[in-house]
């Protein structure tokens, strides 16, 4: 599985942002889709997933204010990004694998990450 990300770039606090991520190849439809991010001297840190029957967790950091999504049609994961704050300027990875204990702890394969940067 190969998943490509894209979406990322400058925004202003309070802006909008929507990431995409297109998994190709060996693709298994049953499995969940997500997000990760990791900022400057930071841990990478869990967003959001979705799993195949659209089943979804956000981190609590972001509930209410991010929004996952997929199109399985299109093998496409996608995370609307609303009321951005600086604190959340991060690399966001992209990922794909199984839910263990309902969470996407431990992806098989990750994209190759994008940048979001907030300006306050």
């Known amino acids: 599985v190969q998943l490509q990300a894209s979406g990322g770039g400058l925004v202003q606090a309070g802006g909008s942002l929507r990431l995409s991520c297109v998994a190709s190849g060996r693709t298994a439809n049953r499995y969940a889709m997500g997000w990760f991010r990791q900022a400057p001297g930071k841990e990478r840190e869990f967003v959001a997933h979705i799993s195949w029957n659209g089943g979804i967790l956000y981190s609590t950091s972001v509930k209410g204010r991010f929004t996952i999504s997929r199109d399985n049609a299109k093998n496409t994961a996608y995370l609307q990004m609303n009321s951005l704050k600086p604190e959340d300027t991060a690399v966001y990875y992209c990922?794909?694998?199984?839910?263990?204990?309902?969470?996407?702890?431990?992806?098989?394969?990750w994209g190759q990450g994008t940048l979001v940067t907030v300006s306050s």
């Open positions: 990922a794909h694998g199984p839910l263990r204990a309902g969470v996407l702890s431990s992806p098989n394969y």
